[in-house]
Nanobody, 125 residues
Framework: VQLVESGGGLVQPGGSLRLSCAAS????????MYWLRQAPGKGLEWVSA????????FYADSVKGRFTISRDNANDTLYLQMNSLRPEDTALYYC???????????????????WGEGTEVIVSA
């Protein structure tokens, strides 16, 4: 299993970024997918989840209404569209998945079986 995030960068408050996660080594369409983040000096935070088709999405309260998770099963890619970015969104963003979904949106490393290396998002003027 390989997950590779991209799309991070420096953006001004109020701006937008689109993160991507290219997946390989497993049947992407059969797996729930997740985005988590870790802000500097803070713990891991679950951000969003998307189930298999038909895609249902879930969001942390901190990003609801601003972030949109989506997936392209034909191209084995997960996305996170981030709008109205705030300085508090600054973090290393990870995509993750696990062998079996347990209905919990945990924020611990052990809650997920596979992780990418992350892509950095910095929101600053």
């Amino acid at each position: 299993v390989q997950l590779v995030e991209s799309g991070g960068g420096l953006v001004q408050p109020g701006g937008s970024l689109r993160l991507s996660c290219a997946a390989s080594g497993f049947t992407f369409s059969n797996f729930w997918m997740y985005w988590l983040r870790q802000a500097p000096g803070k713990g891991l935070e679950w951000v969003s989840a998307i189930n298999t088709e038909p895609s249902t999405t879930f969001y942390a309260d901190s990003v609801k209404g601003r972030f949109t998770i989506s997936r392209d099963n034909a191209n084995d890619t997960l996305y996170l569209q981030m709008n109205s970015l705030r300085p508090e969104d600054t973090a290393l963003y990870y995509c993750a998945t696990r062998e079996e979904d347990n209905g919990r949106f945990g924020s611990a490393w052990w809650d997920y079986d596979y992780w990418g290396e992350g892509t950095e998002v910095i929101v600053s003027a």
